[in-house]
């Protein structure tokens, strides 16, 4: 059978149809940044004991070049349909990953290695097909949209974390691609650490969503000034043991007090693997206390500010405008469908 024909059968055979309700009723994507951990998983005492008198030792150097990794997801459509009584729910969805370097020694900063993909995945182990959406009349271009492993989960909710994986799966292609071999480069990721991430690779969290410290510890948190952090503490998560600390980013000028914010603002979480050992993680701590607030973003820019780094708003603003205009994507994916017909 010719390979069309097989699409076309495919999708006239399941009767998969757009969501009615759209995109913009469906429960936002919220992968939780943190798993929840009780207090015997993380030991806090691993730098220093005494958090009351702790200050934040400076850097002994710092390193010339930096590379931030972040992508980007989006819902282009949600589908349901099936075949006979069994209901699948899928998504057709764009992801799109990349790195900005930053030379620090003259400065220069570029972005590298953007990569968009468009993918198609559904729930209830439904499998997904190579999908060509043509574009407008007279027009070559064609969306290409990707199958993706289905999940077993089949629930609207899946249609987020298809997309989502698939999105954190490319992050780990680039990241190994764009890992330093040197001492002087330094790679951030936006985002916690994943189970394999290479030893000198620095995860940014910038949403906290569970504490990972008992009140003793924690009210320091509230005493930082910006550039300064809290001691180290290990994250004893099986499979993902890692390094951690809390670091108050921004200045002085735009600090939360000045802006009006609650005393938390500009706490952002970073973690490395506990595979290195604790006197570099020390040092690559020190080093943030100086990276993290001078690429922080500024509030007149960025509404995430100071928790976003201005490279990453950068890069993330890149990244839509390469993913195509949603509205144009949704009308073209809305005649596709329309154009199978409605065969029962």
Request: glycine residues 6%; proline residues 6%.
């Amino acid at each position: 059978m010719p390979r069309d024909n097989y699409v076309s059968n495919f999708w006239r055979s399941h009767n998969f149809r757009l969501e009615p309700w759209g995109n913009d009723y469906e429960p936002p994507i919220q992968i939780s940044e943190e798993l929840f951990l009780c207090e015997s998983d993380v030991n806090p005492t691993v730098e220093t004991e005494n958090w009351d008198c702790f200050q934040s030792p400076q850097a002994r150097s710092l390193p010339n070049r930096l590379i931030f990794i972040d992508g980007r997801r989006r819902l282009d459509a949600a589908l349901v349909g099936g075949n006979g009584n069994t209901i699948f729910y899928g998504i057709f969805g764009t992801i799109a990953v990349g790195a900005v370097v930053l030379d620090r020694s003259v400065p220069q900063a570029s972005c590298s290695q953007i990569s968009i993909r468009r993918v198609l995945g559904f729930g209830g182990e439904q499998e997904a097909v190579l999908t060509r959406i043509p574009c407008f009349l007279g027009s070559k271009a064609e969306l290409v949209y990707e199958p993706v492993k289905p999940s077993q989960d089949n629930t609207p909710e899946v249609r987020g974390l298809i997309v989502q994986n698939a999105m954190l799966a490319a992050e780990e292609q680039l990241v190994t691609k764009q890992m330093a071999k040197d001492l002087d480069t330094l790679v951030i990721r936006d985002g916690r650490l994943s189970y394999n991430s290479p030893d000198f690779l620095l995860g940014y969290v910038k949403t906290m969503h569970k504490n990972y410290l008992s009140e003793k510890y924690a009210a320091l948190l509230w005493e930082l000034a910006p550039g300064e952090r809290s001691p180290i503490f290990l994250i004893a998560e099986k499979n993902r043991p890692r390094y951690s600390w809390y670091l108050k980013s921004g200045t002085s000028q735009v600090s939360s007090e000045i802006l009006g914010n609650q005393g938390l603002h500009g706490i952002v979480r970073l973690e490395l693997s506990s595979e290195i050992s604790l006197e570099t993680a020390k040092e690559i701590a020190n080093q943030t206390c100086y990276l993290i607030p001078h690429y922080a973003s500024h509030p007149s820019q960025d509404p995430r500010a100071s928790q976003n780094l201005a490279p990453v708003s950068a890069l993330e603003r890149e990244l839509g405008r390469r993913m195509g205009n949603a509205i144009l994507i949704k009308r073209r994916l809305q005649s596709f469908l329309a154009s199978l017909g409605d065969h029962k």
